[in-house]
């Protein structure tokens, strides 16, 4: 198919028409994913369902995403050569895992094309390049500070105030490498556990409700975004999502163009999750701070896939390969609840969760990520529950996943 195909494109509410950049990927076509986990998986799924063949790299063998794809990688990151091979197998290439380094993602962007492109993963999997890139273009974020010392850690301690939050410039996600500062005895062992040269040092954040958006932009401009998610997190890691957002109007329109615009000073092409803080200054829409971003499909994005008529993970499809997006309409309030290590049994107790209790329940749905090992922290699924309203689809949530509690306590053999 030509590289020319013209389609109508929305920029600020209003169609215009703009080009596809370089030639559209059809089902039937072969997609790359990098990264092996159950982002990666459920990708897979919907590539397969729409068509595609799908490849996947990931040092493990085995991997969630390697369990539903045609054919499985298994290499470091860093071996360059190995990437090289599996670009050449491939019509176009995307990610799910951050922590890929630029110099695998270039390499392979030389022989196929690759989306977001490299320099966005670039910009926003290390801490600072993002902060940077987000407060020069004017979005607001937390008050932070570079830090490669103990002492530039204690001066700029003292410009953010207390209590405030050190993390690591990159390899952070789940609440891994962050550490919060509450006074300043805590100044040599947050630097002593950052066990990184570079930090970021950020100023605490009093927000009232942490928000997300899902926002897609397709090869030819055209921007979508999901309905507004409302989170809240246990331990740095997301435990609970409903959807729509129990806030205003007016922020939830803040928050899309918030969403949008970052979309576009990035130039995305694929999917990207915008976090948010909300903050109550008086005024009845509150104000927004832009958290995190991640260019990829988003847990807090899970909910799509029962609830919307696209998931996010056909809108990173289709925005990869070309295609035009697709309708991101909420059918119903939606709940989701991550499922962690924790659920499973452990080391001395017998028993497995109740699957069967849980789905008993009307409404919910179980999505489990096909890993073998449950260890503590470590997501091995998620539920979803509809409903006629968000209040009911929190509860029956909850329900099905407090029905997991194992009944059987008695010890394997």
């Known amino acids: 198919m030509p590289s020319d195909i013209k389609g109508l494109v929305d920029v600020d509410g209003e169609w215009h028409r703009g080009a596809v950049r370089g030639p559209v990927t059809l089902p039937g076509k072969t997609i790359g994913i990098l990264g092996g986990g159950q982002l990666g998986r459920m990708f897979a799924i919907a590539a397969r369902r729409m068509g595609y063949r799908v490849h996947a790299l990931d040092p493990a063998p085995d991997c969630p995403t390697g369990q539903v794809a045609d054919v499985e990688w298994s290499a470091a990151y860093d071996d360059i050569g190995t990437a090289v091979k599996f670009a050449a197998a491939v019509d176009v290439v995307t990610f799910e895992?951050?922590?890929?380094?630029?110099?695998?993602?270039?390499?392979?962007?030389?022989?196929?094309?690759?989306?977001?492109?490299p320099l966005v993963l670039d910009t926003t999997r290390h801490r600072l390049r993002e902060k940077t890139f987000l407060s020069t273009h004017g979005y607001p974020v937390a008050p932070f500070r570079p830090v490669a010392s103990v002492d530039e850690l204690r001066a700029a301690v003292a410009v953010l105030g207390l209590p405030c939050i050190l993390k690591t410039a990159t390899f952070g996600y789940d609440g891994k490498g962050q550490t919060r500062i509450n006074s300043l005895d805590d100044v040599d062992d947050a630097w002593h556990r950052?066990?990184?040269?570079?930090?970021?040092?950020?100023?605490?954040?009093?927000?009232?409700?942490?928000?997300?958006?899902?926002?897609?932009?397709?090869?030819?401009?055209?921007?979508?975004?999901?309905?507004?998610?409302?989170?809240?997190?246990?331990?740095?890691?997301?435990?609970?999502?409903?959807?729509?957002?129990?806030?205003?109007?007016?922020?939830?329109?803040n928050a899309i163009d918030v969403a949008k615009s970052v979309a576009k000073g990035l130039d995305l092409i694929g999917v990207l999750a915008v976090e948010l803080f909300l903050v109550d200054d008086g005024t009845p829409a509150g104000k927004l701070v832009v958290n995190e971003l991640a260019p990829?499909?988003?847990n807090s994005g899970h909910f799509s896939i029962d609830a919307c008529a696209t998931s996010q993970f056909e809108q990173q499809l289709r925005a990869v390969c070309g295609l035009p997006l697709g309708d991101v309409t909420l059918f119903r309030p939606v709940a989701m609840a991550n499922l962690l290590g924790e659920h499973w049994h452990s080391a001395d107790v017998g028993g497995e969760p109740r699957f069967d209790q849980a789905l008993?329940?009307?409404g919910v749905k179980l999505h489990l990520y096909g890993k073998t090992e449950p260890r503590p922290g470590r997501k091995m699924g998620h539920l979803t529950a509809t409903a006629d309203d968000v209040e009911t689809a929190r509860a029956l949530v909850l329900q099905a996943r407090d029905a997991l509690t194992p009944t059987d306590r008695r010890r394997r053999d």
């Open 194 to 253: 950052l066990g990184q040269p570079l930090g970021v040092l950020e100023g605490f954040v009093a927000f009232s409700c942490e928000l997300s958006v899902i926002v897609a932009r397709g090869r030819n401009g055209a921007i979508s975004t999901f309905d507004v998610a409302e989170n809240v997190h246990e331990h740095h890691i997301l435990d609970l999502t409903v959807v729509p957002a129990r806030v205003p109007e007016a922020t939830k329109k």
């Open 360 to 362: 008993a329940i009307s």
């Open 97 to 117: 895992f951050e922590n890929i380094p630029y110099e695998t993602l270039q390499a392979v962007a030389e022989i196929v094309p690759v989306f977001p492109a």
């Open 296 to 298: 990829r499909p988003h």
